[in-house]
């Protein structure tokens, strides 16, 4: 077998794999990558009595000075309008929600922090808002364009529902990866 090697941009030589015995060279993607090193990890809620008069938060916290790479979908059982705010304060997280790590068989855990219903929401930047709940399929970010969105490092990110109906059924799925290049 034949080692390939390569430089990095700073000139240091990268290992990147050997050959087979038919001289083919295997290939992995990032993201699965990601998943092999115990860097992707993934969580959700479930909130099923979402009402007109007041809109449901949960929390995100990106790590620092990891970079978030998001997938968020969401379920609705009715029409709703989803915003996503980048940068806004809390007087207190609210209740944390357990992050998984997807390989099982790794110790790493999370840096992010994601909560339910944190303590007096303010303030930030509605970076994405869409009205969903009408098509009958999941939505979200990613969940449409299968690209995810890089989170600002230790930035707080707030998931708001304003439901148009009581008793609204909200149910959120996130994944991401943490990892520690500059993009």
């Not at 007109?52 to 949960?58: E, G, H, L, M, S």
């Not at 998001?70 to 705010?85: A, K, Q, R, T, Y």
Request: some cysteine.
């Amino acid at each position: 077998m034949t080692d390939i090697l390569i430089t990095d941009i700073a000139g240091k030589i990268v290992k990147l794999g050997e050959l087979d015995e038919g001289g083919h060279l295997s290939v992995v993607q990032a993201h699965e990558h990601e998943l092999h090193d115990g860097k992707h990890f993934f969580c959700g809620d479930l909130d099923s009595t979402v009402d007109i008069a007041t809109p449901k938060f949960w929390l995100l916290q990106a790590p620092n000075p990891l970079r978030v790479h998001l997938f968020l979908e969401i379920e609705v059982s009715g029409p709703v309008i989803f915003d996503l705010i980048e940068e806004g304060t809390v007087s207190a997280n609210g209740n944390t929600i357990p992050i998984y790590n997807s390989n099982r068989n790794s110790g790493n855990t999370s840096g992010a922090i994601f909560t339910s219903d944190p303590s007096s929401p303010s303030g930030g930047t509605a970076i994405l808002t869409e009205y969903l709940g009408t098509t009958g399929k999941k939505e979200g970010v990613g969940a449409l364009t299968g690209n995810p969105l890089i989170l600002k490092s230790g930035a707080n990110y707030f998931i708001k529902i304003t439901a148009e109906g009581d008793g609204t059924l909200v149910c959120l799925h996130l994944a991401w990866t943490e990892v520690d290049h500059p993009t």
